[in-house]
T-cell receptor
Framework: DAGVIQSPRHEVTEMGQEVTLRCKPI?????LFWYRQTMMRGLELLIY????????DSGMPEDRFSAKMPNASFSTLKIQPSEPRDSAVYFC???????????FGQGTRLTVV | QQQVKQSPQSLIVQKGGISIINCAYE??????FPWYQQFPGKGPALLIA?????SEKKEGRFTISFNKSAKQFSLHIMDSQPGDSATYFC??????????FGEGTQLTVNP
């Protein structure tokens, strides 16, 4: 398996534009997580899914953020409209069960100018 | 109560030395304590993990020490190597799933 695949690796967009980040988890993993990493706040969990169902979205900062998982092999994180303070590295991770290793993707570095 | 406090923020060690990173937590419901290693431009990767029913776990040069009564756990890297230079995160979760990460420690091992 190629691991967790995220796209794009880098995204530069203008304030106010819609941004969509994509993630393909490891096949067979039941849990999918979206994290955001910044210097100021470290690694923050935004939302996680179990069997494609959102379980906890309490980390989603604002209504401008939304996440979907239409099937077991694909998830999106959307920011609309984007703002400069959304600039960060966004990671997707997946795991097989609870309390097991979470495998992280390479991340998407988002810059909003 | 969901916080995990990590120290130090940065650490410089000579090659062959011991690197020690500490974490403390408040929520006694946490039952899974992993350590992740992150290299620049990469996602975090699991290094070693422990559950509260044991006080120590060793994998190669990496050891987790766990003190349940003090609500603290630490990572020890023996014989530190320049290739160990990375950012290390402790984390904790309740029955899996939602990992709460510490602030991270940037480790530099000088040759």
């Amino acid at each position: 398996d190629a691991g967790v695949i995220q796209s794009p690796r880098h995204e530069v967009t203008e304030m106010g534009q819609e941004v969509t980040l994509r993630c393909k988890p490891i096949s067979g993993h039941d849990y999918l997580f979206w994290y955001r990493q910044t210097m100021m706040r470290g690694l923050e969990l935004l939302i996680y899914f179990n069997n494609n169902v959102p379980i906890d979205d309490s980390g989603m900062p604002e209504d401008r953020f939304s996440a979907k998982m239409p099937n077991a092999s694909f998830s999106t994180l959307k920011i609309q409209p984007s703002e400069p303070r959304d600039s960060a590295v966004y990671f997707c991770a997946s795991s097989l069960f609870r309390n097991t290793e979470a495998f992280f993707g390479q991340g998407t570095r988002l810059t909003v100018v | 109560q969901q916080q995990v406090k990590q120290s130090p923020q940065s650490l410089i060690v000579q090659k062959g030395g011991i690197s020690i990173i500490n974490c403390a937590y408040e929520n006694t419901a946490f039952d899974y304590f992993p350590w992740y290693q992150q290299f620049p431009g990469k996602g975090p990767a699991l290094l070693i993990a422990i559950r509260p029913d044991v006080s120590e776990k060793k994998e190669g040069r990496f050891t987790i020490s766990f003190n349940k009564s003090a609500k603290q756990f630490s990572l020890h890297i023996m014989d530190s190597q320049p290739g160990d230079s990375a950012t290390y995160f402790c984390a904790a979760s309740i029955s899996g799933s939602r990992l709460t990460f510490g602030e991270g420690t940037q480790l530099t091992v000088n040759p």
